[in-house]
């Protein structure tokens, strides 16, 4: 089992920015790439960003690019989400996710979840 522990939500104004980290915990970190969701009010749950084992491969919603930046530290078993120029509609509870394996967008294809950060932008 991997256990993940989000931490960094909060409130913050259009246009600010804020750190999301992922703790994880359990079995080794070794081959498992990690997955950020969200899930607003009312709608389903949706791919925002996923990292490879070794770093090395990305992946973001066309709806973060450019704003969004996923990093991790396998040496402290941690992946971050750098989020700036933060809009309204990224408002939602935020997910890290881990899957043994090559990262994906889909988020059935990830066993492991945290419980969730949630992120309130406002207008």
């Known amino acids: 089992q991997v256990q993940l522990v989000e931490s960094g939500g909060g409130l913050v104004q259009a246009g600010g920015s804020l750190r999301l980290s992922c703790a994880a915990s359990?079995?080794?970190?070794?081959?498992?790439?990690m997955g950020w969701f969200r899930q607003a009010p009312g709608k389903e749950r949706e791919f925002v960003t996923a990292?490879?084992?070794?770093?090395?491969?990305?992946a973001y919603a066309d709806s973060v690019k450019g704003r969004f930046t996923i990093s991790r530290d396998n040496a402290k078993n941690t992946v971050v989400l750098q989020m700036n120029s933060l809009k309204p509609e990224d408002t939602a509870v935020y997910y890290c996710?881990?899957?043994?394996?090559?990262?994906?967008?889909?988020?059935?294809?990830?066993?492991?979840w945290g419980q969730g950060t949630r992120v309130t932008v406002s207008s």
């Open positions: 996710a881990a899957r043994l394996g090559f990262l994906t967008s889909d988020h059935v294809r990830y066993p492991y």
């Open positions: 359990g079995r080794t970190f070794n081959g498992y790439a």
């Open positions: 990292i490879s084992w070794s770093g090395g491969n990305t």
